[in-house]
């Protein structure tokens, strides 16, 4: 039987077809390229602002979680329901355009590895230590604003307590190992937004979702409850510092420039090369 698609097919419903296909990774490749070349070219001053309002942003992540924590009951299912919360903060820095660092370990990196060379990685790393230290001031300021107000009731402080405690446990190995996939996933969801279009808020949700109920340790979302915890003496610095920061902030990292970036790169080059 001989196919009979493309004689049946009218212009129009080609057209139709051609849009309601899936891009190819070589079309989400340049998309997440071109912004990439145009978070570059933005200034120091427009980026700080940005990373400011998405560590403010990112600090509902911790707020959210706790309200529903103390909300729920006492019960193993608890915490399936409470890191919901999670995804607040991630909702807020997506949907409103705001520089968050680990979305950095994708985005510019393909220019990187696109250009291959030094001024571009000079450039990047300019961006990242902007966003990362405007992400982080950004926390600060949440996590002293909840440590020195009384802005929720007790049972709330209680949840607060417990999730800043919950998140400076474990040695520096485990938390860079459990980092690294933190950084896979968030990248990851980077890369798929393009394609998302109205499904923007579900992918979101599901893999933020997914980072916070498997307690993967992701460095702006986990710095609000890391400052809390120093304010409010449940962690000391130096702990906080090696059983958080740096495991965490090297795992996103490697996490998100090695297993996302540098695999899906090689992927549009190999696909290239075939053509």
Excluded: C
């Excluded at 009951?73 to 949907?95: M, N, R, T």
């Excluded at 902007?130 to 209680?158: E, K, R």
């Amino acid at each position: 039987m001989n196919d009979k698609t493309d004689i049946d097919l009218s212009a129009s419903e080609r057209q139709d077809a051609h849009r309601r296909s899936a891009p190819g990774v070589a079309v989400v490749y340049e998309a997440i390229r071109q912004e990439a070349e145009t978070e570059l070219s933005r200034p120091n001053h427009a980026l700080f602002w940005s990373g400011l309002a998405a560590g403010l942003s990112m600090g509902f992540s911790f707020l959210a979680e706790a309200l529903l924590q103390s909300a729920l009951p006492d019960a193993s299912w608890q915490s399936l329901v409470s890191k919901f919360g999670y995804a607040v903060g991630f909702l807020f820095v997506i949907l409103g355009r705001q520089q968050l660092f680990t979305e950095n370990t994708l985005v510019p990196v393909l220019q990187v590895l696109h250009k291959k060379t030094l001024a571009t990685v000079v450039n990047t790393a300019r961006l990242w230590v902007v966003v990362l230290g405007a992400n982080l001031v950004g926390t600060l300021i949440f996590a002293f604003a909840f440590s020195v107000g009384s802005i929720v009731d007790t049972q709330q402080f209680a949840a607060l307590d417990a999730i800043a405690r919950e998140a400076m446990q474990g040695g520096f190995g485990n938390t860079l190992l459990r980092a690294i996939f933190a950084g896979w996933l968030i990248a990851l969801m980077v890369w798929l937004l393009p394609v998302a279009e109205t499904g923007r808020v579900t992918v979101v949700i599901i893999i933020t979702y997914l980072v916070g109920i498997a307690g993967f340790p992701h460095i702006i979302a986990g710095s609000t409850e890391m400052f809390y915890a120093v304010m409010n003496q449940l962690s000391s610095p130096g702990e906080a510092l090696l059983q958080f920061f740096l495991p965490t902030l090297i795992g996103n990292t490697i996490g998100g420039v090695a297993l996302v970036a540098a695999i899906n790169y090689a992927q549009v080059h190999a696909r290239n090369n075939d053509e």
